[in-house]
């Protein structure tokens, strides 16, 4: 890719040298160079536009739609030529047309939403524009406070074009600040067309001062400005290894949030001296500054939501933190610390009511992990889990204290529990076209809070639990205060 783009680049600069040579150094008619000039213009404009194009074909996603709308860029870009030179095609010159302003409006669009487009989060891409308008606002009432709005009170005309340079402030903005949120992915493009909007900023604010000054004729100094801005596009087009498999460009490093802030200080700055010198705001000024206030404005809305988006993603992010700390992941019931924890608090002393304890182990499962499969036996697990929710009451907790092994805390009567637990498992489990029967063994003892510990009541359980399963399948044996 690296020896790609060097070749691109040595043609550019060979194309550039014969340029020079045709525009500047051939003894042809000023009249016949503009010419040649415009069309050259013209062309490189067309070159970007295929160029960026095939890119797009390459690629997918948000990748996809910035590289077309980088490519439309270019288009606009080569029609709006074609229409200034047919207007200025006998004498050599000509003001910009409304028709090639509609078309060179299309590149001034275009280029930012392609930016735009080739930014990872759709809220950083949102933020990122508004900087680049923020930028952009703020530098224009700089130049117009210190420059053109001096100009025009002198009598100076034609200060329309001043708003080619202007759109390249905030588009070079933008493509600076997004170097600034972007990861490796398409960088090296993203960069050389970074160069190449400073070189065209550099051409339109060239051609704004002739164009004021009324020197400007085709085939000038911004002519060859723009040659080169353009051919650097080219050069910059991504390449197939480039968008393997990108759908949309990573986040990269720290944004710079407070970079926006500088030029709006600058403006800042620039209107209290006027305020302090006596000169008045204009209506341009004015408006300027209203601008600046909402984009300010609108910049803070849009990060309060993003503040509230990632609050909200932490909260979420906390609760399912805390529910997988505290429940099995398997059958989604309790897990062992978030019992004994609940079964502490209520044993404390002065709590209400007397606790119980059942205390489950499963017949028969081994035999169905053995025959069938560690899957199976997650199976009857999940079903077993979903029938003792079934069985116990809106306030029992339900709980999973080991491999085969449940536990259900309730303040109810512990019998009638238990009576509905063994009712569960009458019913056989089904497993993918097999029958399988699970009894269950169960050992229940109760306490007043503030009588017995955890570990206690977990132990006379324990001890209540193996004489129910030496009993026999589907036996309860109760143990502890009586009910």
Not at 269 to 286: F, I
Not at 312 to 339: C, I, K, M, W, Y
Request: net charge neutral; hydrophobic share 50%; charged share 15%.
């Amino acid at each position: 890719m690296v020896q790609r783009r060097r070749a691109a680049g040595v043609a550019a600069i060979g194309f550039i040298a014969l340029y020079l040579l045709v525009v500047h150094v051939l003894p042809i008619p000023p009249v016949v160079a503009g010419r040649f000039s415009q069309l050259c213009l013209t062309g490189v404009g067309a070159l970007v536009t295929v160029l960026w194009a095939r890119s797009a074909l390459r690629a997918r996603g948000r990748v996809r739609a910035g590289l077309f709308l980088w490519s439309l860029s270019g288009c606009g870009w080569a029609v709006g030529e074609l229409f200034w030179l047919a207007d200025g095609w006998r004498t050599g010159t000509a003001p910009i047309s409304d028709a090639a302003d509609v078309a060179f409006a299309i590149t001034i669009v275009a280029t930012p939403l392609a930016a735009v487009m080739l930014v990872g989060r759709p809220s950083a891409s949102l933020r990122t524009l508004f900087d680049a308008l923020m930028i952009g606002t703020s530098l224009f009432f700089v130049v117009w406070a210190l420059i053109l709005g001096p100009q025009l009170r002198s009598g100076a005309t034609d200060l329309g074009t001043v708003a080619y340079a202007t759109a390249d402030v905030v588009i070079l903005s933008l493509v600076l600040l997004l170097l600034a949120d972007a990861g490796s992915t398409l960088r090296a493009p993203l960069e050389i067309a970074a160069v190449g909007i400073v070189v065209q900023f550099a051409a339109d604010s060239l051609y704004a001062c002739e164009a004021v000054a009324g020197t400007y004729r085709f085939g000038a100094l911004p002519d060859l400005l723009w040659l080169v801005a353009w051919l650097t596009f080219a050069v910059g087009a991504p390449g197939r290894a480039e968008l393997h498999g990108v759908t949309r460009v990573s986040d990269g490093g720290r944004p710079r949030e407070y970079l926006p802030y500088v030029p709006f200080a600058l403006a800042f700055v620039t209107g209290v001296a006027m305020q302090a010198t006596h000169q008045q705001l204009d209506r341009v000024l004015a408006m300027l500054s209203l601008t600046m206030t909402a984009l300010i404005v609108s910049r803070q809305m849009i990060i309060l939501g993003d503040n509230r988006r990632l609050t909200r993603q932490l909260s979420e992010l906390v609760d399912d933190l805390r529910f997988r700390a505290e429940h099995d992941a398997l059958t989604g019931l309790a897990n062992r610390p978030r019992f004994e924890e609940c079964a502490g608090q209520a044993l404390l002393p002065g709590a209400p009511g007397t606790v119980s304890l059942l205390l489950i182990d499963l017949d028969g499962f081994k035999p169905v992990n053995d025959t069938y499969g560690h899957h199976s036996g997650d199976q009857v697990l999940i079903e077993v889990a979903r029938r003792l929710t079934a069985a116990a009451g809106p306030g029992d907790l339900v709980a999973r204290v080991g491999g085969d092994e449940f536990a259900v805390l309730t303040t109810d009567d512990p019998r009638l529990l238990a009576d509905r637990v063994l009712a569960a498992f009458r019913a056989a489990f089904e497993l993918g076209g097999e029958i399988a029967v699970i009894g269950a063994s169960i050992g229940v003892t109760s306490a007043r809070p503030g009588r017995r510990g955890v570990g206690q009541m977990v132990r006379d359980a324990d001890i209540a639990m193996y004489e129910a399963k030496r009993s026999g399948a589907n036996n309860v044996v109760t143990t502890g205060l009586a009910v």
